[in-house]
């Protein structure tokens, strides 16, 4: 496996790139679509004239997303295996073969240089349908553990960047680049901004404080942690930035009732990611790759609580590549309730850990990944 550099003066391969033509495809979770959108802008920033394409599945966030950053999305009808429905099911291979057959026609009058996958349910039929029809591809793995498709995919992709180490477990190793994983880059840039942020909160400089995120949609058992906790973070005089997710503000607030504590700040979305973090003294954080790459930017001691419900418990193997370079502390979804709040209140208080933890984090921070990705985009039609 390769490592490429984060450096800006590399010599970029723009030979015969003019009016670079490329179809980025997947989705499905911000995870996906905010690091294909910002190897979109890169591609733009790098070659102006390029023209991008995104392929989506319809009827999920991107295809919103997309277009309100700019570009043109087709959508594909297409769905993953359903757990829990064997009726859904029946209909995945009709529409697998749908939308080889709708990605195939695509390709035919786009006419790409190359095609790039991010995962998500487009992905699969948008890669396959490239790699037949002889479109050079290049997958981005953003997790320490592939999943099936991109697995698959992986066998014919020209390159495979990834995040983590140890991927020549699921990919050809001479084919592997660890880029990282793309960042937003305005939810990093926290330089200078504590008080800014303490203020937004209506928080002390005083007092020390824990960031609670699981994410836009949230965490049931990041929730239901702090608040069986809530009495020991109160007691300790600590606060708290408390993203709860839509699914459960409402609820939240009317267990808190109106005479909330000053110390406990609860949101529903951080609409300003840069100030939450520029605040934060100890992070609490699930596992998706894509929050990974952030937290290893901002250089911040973080416990890392893992979802048990996604595939192949893949939060919990990038969660452990971390903690086996004493990078971040962990605790198990399962052990959370009982265990989470007294955790961060140790650490809060262990000033040496801390200090290890965010020098050790920052080591692995690649922030220049979607500028990193974009040029191997590039190098791929050169060769082809």
Not at 211 to 227: D, E, P, Q
Not at 287 to 305: D, N, R, S, W, Y
Request: charge should be positive; proline fraction near 4%.
């Amino acid at each position: 496996m390769k490592t490429q550099g984060n450096g800006t003066n590399q010599k970029l391969p723009l030979q015969g790139a003019g009016g670079l033509r490329v179809i980025i495809s997947g989705g499905g979770t911000g995870g996906h679509i905010f690091p294909a959108i910002a190897i979109a802008n890169a591609l733009k920033k790098l070659n102006p004239a390029a023209e991008i394409l995104f392929v989506g599945a319809s009827g999920r966030m991107e295809m919103e997303k997309v277009p309100a950053a700019g570009y043109e999305i087709i959508g594909l009808d297409i769905q993953g295996l359903q757990r829990k429905s064997i009726m859904k099911n029946l209909m995945f291979p009709i529409k697998l073969i749908s939308s080889v057959r709708k990605a195939v026609k695509i390709i035919k009058d786009f006419k790409p240089d190359a095609c790039v996958g991010v995962g998500g349910y487009a992905s699969g039929p948008l890669l396959y349908a490239a790699s037949v029809m002889g479109i050079p591809t290049l997958i981005q793995e953003q997790n320490s553990y592939a999943g099936i498709t991109n697995k698959w995919l992986g066998k014919k992709a020209k390159k495979i960047c990834v995040a983590f180490d140890g991927m020549d477990k699921f990919f050809p190793a001479e084919r592997i680049i660890k880029t990282g994983n793309p960042i937003r880059k305005e939810s990093v840039d926290i330089a200078g901004k504590h008080m800014q942020a303490l203020e937004l909160y209506k928080l002390s400089s005083r007092k020390k404080t824990i960031l609670v995120t699981g994410g836009s949609l949230g965490a049931g058992t990041l929730n239901k942690s702090i608040m069986a906790g809530l009495d020991k973070i109160i007691k300790a005089d600590v606060q708290v930035i408390w993203q709860t997710g839509k699914f459960y503000y409402k609820g939240i607030k009317e267990q808190l009732g109106d005479n909330i504590h000053p110390n406990i700040c609860v949101v529903e979305f951080l609409n300003r990611m840069d100030l939450a973090f520029a605040a934060a003294d100890v992070i609490i954080s699930r596992a998706g790759a894509g929050t990974i790459a952030e937290l290893c930017v901002i250089k911040k001691p973080v416990i890392l609580v893992p979802s048990p419900n996604v595939a192949e418990d893949h939060q919990t193997k990038n969660a452990l590549a971390l903690v086996t370079e004493d990078a971040a502390a962990f605790v198990a979804d399962r052990d959370a309730e009982a265990k989470l709040v007294d955790k961060a209140l140790e650490l809060l208080n262990n000033k040496s850990l801390q200090k290890k933890l965010s020098d050790k984090i920052g080591r692995l921070a690649m922030p220049n990944a979607d500028e990193v990705i974009a040029k191997e985009v590039i190098q791929i039609t050169n060769n082809n």
